[in-house]
């Protein structure tokens, strides 16, 4: 069985998001563990690449096709992990100084990189069995697959899944994108099938055509169902209801590995949680002039609205006002940043900021901290809370999406440490996120026990690619036996 993946990022070549790790770290585990499955992915050529660290071969040359323009292709090819990675070349859409997204012609751009997604799987030498999509930027292919090229006799056979990472970006575009990126006719964008908000959206087209749907979480898939979570897809969702699920992300074991990794203070074991996470946070708070002795609070984000902000604003200050260390790694909007910097001049002995991403920060940040606060406003799956588990470090999450799928909560009404990993609360508020915050504080300073306990939890859960890739190759399977 052979497997691509269309996407706009992966691993190692590009990334911005979660997108490209889960791209890489899916195909890795299934190549690594499937002798009978081929994992390869496609994705753009980006100028940012670094090509002398990469012997890449320029495999085929082609025009792609798009109206009256005839774009000059060329197919680089390189094998890293056991993947065969197809890259594709067009300077005047990928070699630029701006980063991946954000340009006018973005849906010129991925149009034109859809097109070329299935050219090459015309010329390449296996026949594709599935065509893995991910997100608006490929959202097209399926359709393409069943409106254009349903009688190609390569093409044809070629079933599709898409899978959903960030509700929020729908690919909106004008219905004169249709024939003029796609040479497909309007009466598409009229009966419905790939119309959203009165505009075209290439994930609607996704949806209603892709063969198979799934999102990175089983509550984000229910979420996605609703009208007050769904970002506007409900309707659809729902249609497709029979052919959507949720599958929880994994996460990068090699890359985040308390025993092993360089980066923090003292590397340490299950045998040596509990020391190896105190010389971690003793050592942190020297380094970054935090007194010592205090429960240890951390963030590792971006900060956007959408990680819940004003939450983490109101948890902080509660942190802080009641003998607790407060530290944040990350950037984005404006007044949070001012804010956090502000607090740090308020408290310079228990805040400590820093404004932009630190990787060897982030990673000491995990090592260091006993609880990690993430009280998302929304969260497809997420990804700190996993790292922060890896490391002995108890998240604090409101339950969406991937934070109810990945934390047990402690629950005090029926003392649940012996189980729980973390701790958790629902309603999008300052008083339900303090209330977890002053639950959290509460078991590290009266119930050592149980929080060394639930530390230990949170060390032995299991966030590798096993159980996902198991059930992305039972899709595969079903997809690639379907007539």
């Known amino acids: 069985m052979n497997i691509l993946m269309a996407s706009s990022e992966a691993l190692p070549f590009s990334k911005t998001g979660g997108l490209a790790d889960v791209v890489y770290a899916l195909s890795k585990e299934i190549e690594r563990k499937e002798k009978d499955v081929t994992m390869s992915i496609v994705s753009p050529f980006y100028g940012s690449i670094n090509k002398a660290k990469y012997k890449f071969k320029s495999l085929y040359s082609f025009n792609v096709k798009m109206q009256w323009r005839n774009i000059p292709t060329e197919i680089m090819h390189v094998t890293y992990e056991g ?50 999509c991910h997100d608006w930027q490929t959202g097209m292919i399926p359709c393409l697959l069943k409106e254009r090229w349903r009688d190609d006799p390569i093409l044809g056979k070629v079933k599709s899944m898409i899978t959903i990472h960030n509700p929020l970006f729908k690919g909106y575009f004008g219905v004169g994108s249709l024939g003029d990126f796609y040479e497909l006719n309007d009466s598409l964008f009229y009966s419905g099938k790939i ?17 198979k749907i799934t999102t990175v ?67 942190f708070c020297e380094e970054f002039e935090l007194e010592q002795g205090k429960p240890l609070f951390s963030v590792v984000s971006r900060l956007s609205d959408q990680k819940g902000l004003e939450l983490i604003n109101a948890m902080a200050d509660f942190v802080v006002t009641s003998g607790g260390n407060f530290a944040i790694v990350g950037s984005g909007e404006k007044y949070a940043e001012d804010y956090y910097n502000a607090l740090h001049m308020k408290y310079l002995h228990n805040v400590r900021v820093y404004i932009g991403y630190n990787n060897e920060m982030a990673h000491k940040c995990y090592a260091a901290s006993d609880f990690f606060i ?99 190759l039972t899709i595969y399977r079903s997809l690639a036996n379907r007539k």
């Open 195 to 211: 119309r959203l908000d009165g505009q075209v959206s290439t994930l609607k087209a996704g949806i209603y055509y892709a063969d």
């Open 374 to 472: 993430m009280p998302s406003a929304f969260e497809p799956c997420g990804l700190g809370q996993m790292i922060a588990q890896r490391y002995g470090t108890l998240p604090i999450v409101r339950r969406t999406g991937g934070l109810k799928d990945s934390v047990i909560p402690y629950n005090y009404g029926i003392n649940n440490y012996k189980d729980a990993d973390g701790f958790g609360f629902d309603g999008y508020n300052a008083s339900d996120a303090i209330k977890a915050t002053a639950n959290a504080l509460m078991v590290y300073d009266s119930r050592p026990k149980e929080f060394e306990r639930m530390r230990l939890n949170a060390f032995k859960v299991d966030h590798s690619w096993t159980k996902p890739s198991k059930e992305y």
């Open 217 to 283: 979480s089983p509550t984000h898939a229910y979420e996605l169902k609703t009208p007050d979570g769904s970002k506007g897809l409900w309707y659809d969702l729902i249609l497709r209801q029979n052919d959507f699920s949720g599958v929880l992300n994994g996460m990068d074991y090699k890359e985040f590995n308390p025993q092993t990794d360089k980066l923090i203070y003292k590397n340490y074991t299950q045998k040596t949680l509990s020391e190896g996470k105190r010389e971690n946070k003793k050592a």
């Open 83 to 132: 993947i065969d990675y197809y890259l594709v070349k067009n300077d005047g859409y990928f070699a630029r100084n701006g980063g991946l997204y954000g340009y006018f012609d973005d849906g010129e751009r991925f149009a034109y990189f859809s097109l070329a997604v299935l050219e090459l799987i015309k010329r390449l030498p296996y026949e594709i069995d599935v065509v893995h």
